[in-house]
């Protein structure tokens, strides 16, 4: 079984950072792809940015040069740093890995979900 638990949302003024952790943890062999997806209300969950157990970065066009994803391998945790936010990044962030569990088995986990609501 594998955990992930999320931190760091909240409330913000618009212009203001905050920063987001999700860490693994659990019986697993290591972790590939880590990531952050978010989803607003009525809404479909999208891509904000994704990062490789090698530390190749991908971001959504909405987030590029604002947000940036970082990763601990020896925590198993991965971090978003959220600068320069808009009204319109308001959403609950989920954080994602895959994660091998066998040699030949990796599968998807999720976090729980943290809203960050920023104000006009």
């Known amino acids: 079984q594998v955990h992930m638990v999320e931190s760091g949302g909240g409330l913000v003024q618009a212009g203001g950072s905050l920063r987001l952790s999700c860490a693994a943890s659990?019986?697993?062999?290591?972790?590939?792809?880590m990531g952050w997806y978010r989803q607003a209300p009525g809404k479909q969950r999208e891509l904000v940015a994704t990062?490789?157990?090698?530390?190749?970065?991908n971001y959504a066009d909405a987030v590029g040069g604002r947000f940036t994803i970082s990763r601990d391998n020896a925590k198993n945790t991965v971090y978003l740093q959220m600068d320069s936010l808009k009204p319109e990044d308001t959403s609950v962030y989920y954080c994602?890995?895959?994660?091998?569990?066998?040699?030949?088995?990796?599968?998807?986990?999720w976090g729980q979900g943290t809203q960050v609501t920023v104000s006009s």
């Open positions: 994602y890995a895959a994660v091998r569990v066998a040699l030949l088995a990796i599968r998807d986990y």
């Open positions: 659990g019986s697993f062999l290591s972790i590939n792809a």
């Open positions: 990062i490789t157990s090698r530390g190749i970065t």
